[in-house]
């Protein structure tokens, strides 16, 4: 790159300043105005704005409600309640931020699912899905962290049980579990470094996203056809047409974000959270977050508790691998039929799992768990690297602007999108 | 159009698995809870229910003369009482009825004063143990959120304090318990508290046990959610005011991609 004032086509005589000496401008203008953008997308792909979306929201409000909560066991659970009462609109602040941890799971599984079934994790996206990935576990343990902080009875006993999981592992459990704690059960140390921790994550994954979309404007965006753009004829700029179409979904997400936080704000949460938490009672169900509970159900579906642990952090770990299981050079699942029904099994599965997580541990739930949790990894460790050979993929069309979907609905050809005059 | 229609099944294909999501969040909190609660249809249930402001006030009176004998309601200050109806000269006069410690002064001890509008409200006991001893081991919950830490809250309220009921045949009920037909397991501390005419109500309404019932879930459920009122009618303007920008933003949508044939 040669040394100087960056060649900058701003016109504008102050921001050109600016971006001849730091091209930000140029940057946005490449990566959100111009970039090229599959022109076949469908709303499947809004969750990815969705959540870079419902990330700052949760940043925003947490911060507020930080200013307001004192992370102490003694007075955790009252400064909540004095934010609901005399925090001016810390009602809202705070059901934003309670919900959109649920809002923010439900899109992120919508988009990991889109991932799936237009197999976005393949070739050249693989670093791509590992990332996202990573962002998917961060947000498991900032998640997790939060909803320690409101130090009601689901907080501490959710707290106990996950951060004991770590006792399974021989020898050196224990010490990992004290040494989680900063002491010998759940308590103020532990409020404090989870305070703390909680407030960190969410800017590591900030990070994170920042490199999950960097590596995906290297690659491009994968496409419902799954198949690459073959030239400007199959892609559109971002700007305005994603831009548009982003806002229609957002809206659409704001509404239901709205109605469950203006009309059902603790529809999702439990009531024992409103209890102070009480290291002496103990709840009748321990239930971890309704996000949590496919994994939570893999746990107790193993009689081992060393096994569960392993099996609930693989069921996760599985996901890093998945891009190398997956042995189909076809990505879309519109044109792989036998796969496409082994994946909505496979949501099925998911869906069953969440349903027996909320459950007590005992027959028939176990049984079911166990039979969900077999097909869970069955999917990913059978069934993809042995489709890949076995199945015969329906065929591609030529390119994504091409009416050759065999089979399909007809795809009226030309027009080649003009980008729009800005006014 | 076709295209146009897959959009929208996409779309509504995306919302359907939240919903189901969300769907299936609930057994979760269901799962323990096999006794059916009734629904006493209050005032501030649904998306438009306000606050019986009549029916929170005998709540604070019931509240005041039987229940604040051993429940705490420490969340609350007497300025709140303002938010249901009740005029400052009222909510003056009636902390002005209670004795709180305050200090230390300027000689360093603590002295006794009458309770301001912003005293929390006084709790019966000093502490937990003092609670308990006063209450054969048992320990009388806060109230001030305990519609919100109860499933279907202020229902069960109402539920609980109109359930002492005789027990069925073959139910033994333990030493210094109470048969509740609504209360998990059915043994409960709290003997029956409510009484016909255990109150006299200013407005002249008829104390039934049941009206007492509700009149106190009433105002529990207000204690719990002072905000309630305001977050729905503010949640209203916001999803209708949503409604309208989404359809525009489609507008918007559909003008940009008029040429693009997709």
């Given at each position: 790159m040669a040394i100087g004032l960056h060649d900058s086509s701003i016109k504008n005589p102050v921001i050109r300043w600016?971006?001849?000496?730091?091209?930000?401008?140029?940057?946005?203008?490449?990566?959100?105005?111009?970039?090229?953008?599959?022109?076949?997308?469908?709303?499947?792909?809004?969750?990815?704005?969705?959540?870079?979306?419902?990330?700052?929201?949760?940043?925003?409000?947490?911060?507020?409600?930080?200013?307001?909560?004192?992370?102490?066991?003694?007075?955790?659970?009252?400064?909540?309640?004095?934010?609901?009462?005399?925090?001016?609109?810390?009602?809202?602040?705070?059901?934003?931020?309670?919900?959109?941890?649920?809002?923010?799971?439900?899109?992120?599984?919508?988009?990991?699912?889109?991932?799936?079934?237009?197999?976005?994790?393949?070739?050249?996206?693989?670093?791509?899905?590992?990332?996202?990935?990573?962002?998917?576990?961060?947000?498991?343990?900032?998640?997790?962290?939060?909803?320690?902080?409101?130090?009601?009875?689901?907080?501490?006993?959710?707290?106990?049980?996950?951060?004991?999981?770590?006792?399974?592992?021989?020898?050196?459990?224990?010490?990992?579990?004290?040494?989680?704690?900063?002491?010998?059960?759940?308590?103020?140390?532990?409020?404090?470094?989870?305070?703390?921790?909680?407030?960190?994550?969410?800017?590591?994954?900030?990070?994170?996203?920042?490199?999950?979309?960097?590596?995906?404007?290297?690659?491009?965006?994968?496409?419902?056809?799954?198949?690459?753009?073959?030239?400007?004829?199959?892609?559109?700029?971002?700007?305005?047409?994603?831009?548009?179409?982003?806002s229609v979904g957002l809206i659409v997400y704001f509404i239901v974000f709205a109605s469950l936080v203006f009309f059902a704000p603790n529809y999702l949460g439990h009531p024992d959270n409103y209890i102070p938490a009480n290291p002496l009672v103990t709840p009748a169900h321990i239930v971890p977050e309704w996000y949590f509970l496919p994994f939570y159900a893999i746990l107790r579906a193993v009689p081992d508790k060393l096994g569960g642990v392993l099996l609930m952090f693989g069921s996760i770990a599985v996901l890093f691998i998945l891009p190398w299981l997956d042995t189909s050079p076809v990505r879309s699942m519109r044109f792989r039929p036998i796969a496409k029904w082994t994946l909505f099994l496979w949501l099925i599965a998911f869906f069953?799992?969440?349903?027996?997580?909320?459950?007590?541990?005992?027959?028939?739930?176990?049984?079911?768990?166990?039979?969900?949790?077999?097909?869970?990894?069955?999917?990913?460790?059978?069934?993809?690297?042995l489709l890949g050979r076995l199945e015969r993929p329906l065929s591609l069309p030529e390119s994504i602007a091409l009416p050759v979907l065999r089979g399909g609905g007809p795809m009226p050809a030309g027009a080649v999108a003009k980008p729009m005059e800005k006014a | 159009m076709r295209d146009l229609k897959r959009g929208f099944r996409n779309l509504v294909g995306a919302m359907a698995l939240g919903a189901a999501a969300l769907g299936m969040a609930t057994p979760a909190q269901a799962a323990g809870e096999a006794i059916a609660i009734p629904n006493a249809n209050f005032s501030f249930a649904g998306f438009f229910g306000t606050y019986d402001r009549g029916s929170a006030q005998r709540g604070l009176q019931v509240y005041k003369e039987v229940c604040s004998a051993c429940h705490a309601m420490h969340l609350l200050s007497y300025r709140n009482l303002l938010e249901i109806g009740l005029s400052e000269d009222q909510v003056r006069a009636l902390a002005a009825s209670f004795t709180v410690t305050d200090g230390p002064n300027d000689l360093g001890e603590m002295f006794e004063r009458p309770a301001r509008l912003s005293d929390r409200f006084r709790r019966p006991f000093p502490n937990e143990l003092a609670a308990r001893a006063a209450n054969n081991g048992a320990y009388p919950v806060d109230l001030s959120v305990i519609t919100k830490a109860r499933a279907d809250g202020a229902n069960y309220v109402r539920a609980l304090l109109t359930g002492y009921v005789e027990p069925p045949e073959g139910f033994v009920v333990a030493e210094g318990m109470n048969y509740n037909a609504y209360f998990p397991g059915h043994q409960i501390a709290m003997p029956a508290v409510l009484n016909p005419d255990q109150v006299e109500y200013a407005d002249g309404t008829a104390a039934t046990v049941d009206q007492m019932a509700r009149d106190v879930a009433t105002f529990l459920a207000w204690a719990a959610e002072p905000e309630a009122e305001q977050r729905k009618a503010m949640g209203v303007r916001i999803i209708l005011f949503l409604i309208v920008l989404g359809g525009l933003t489609y507008a918007v949508k559909r003008k940009i991609w008029a040429d693009v044939a997709h």
């Open positions: 600016v971006d001849q000496r730091l091209p930000v401008f140029t940057m946005m203008q490449k990566e959100y105005g111009t970039f090229p953008t599959p022109r076949n997308f469908n709303y499947f792909w809004n969750f990815g704005a969705l959540a870079m979306v419902t990330l700052m929201i949760m940043i925003a409000t947490g911060i507020f409600l930080a200013m307001n909560y004192t992370p102490h066991t003694t007075y955790a659970f009252d400064s909540v309640e004095r934010i609901m009462r005399d925090v001016n609109y810390g009602w809202l602040i705070r059901y934003v931020h309670m919900n959109g941890a649920s809002m923010f799971f439900i899109v992120v599984y919508i988009h990991i699912w889109r991932g799936l079934y237009y197999g976005s994790y393949k070739a050249p996206r693989e670093l791509l899905w590992i990332l996202g990935v990573v962002i998917f576990l961060l947000m498991m343990a900032t998640a997790f962290m939060g909803y320690v902080l409101p130090w009601g009875q689901m907080s501490f006993w959710g707290a106990t049980v996950i951060t004991n999981l770590f006792s399974a592992f021989p020898i050196v459990g224990e010490h990992i579990v004290t040494w989680l704690w900063g002491g010998f059960s759940v308590d103020n140390p532990t409020l404090n470094r989870f305070f703390s921790l909680h407030y960190l994550l969410p800017f590591v994954i900030a990070g994170v996203v920042f490199l999950h979309v960097a590596a995906l404007h290297i690659t491009g965006s994968n496409n419902p056809l799954g198949i690459d753009p073959k030239g400007p004829q199959d892609t559109l700029p971002f700007h305005p047409y994603y831009t548009a179409k982003d069953v799992l969440m349903w027996a997580g909320g459950k007590p541990a005992e027959e028939p739930y176990v049984t079911i768990s166990r039979i969900a949790t077999a097909y869970y990894f069955a999917y990913f460790l059978v069934i993809l690297p | -």
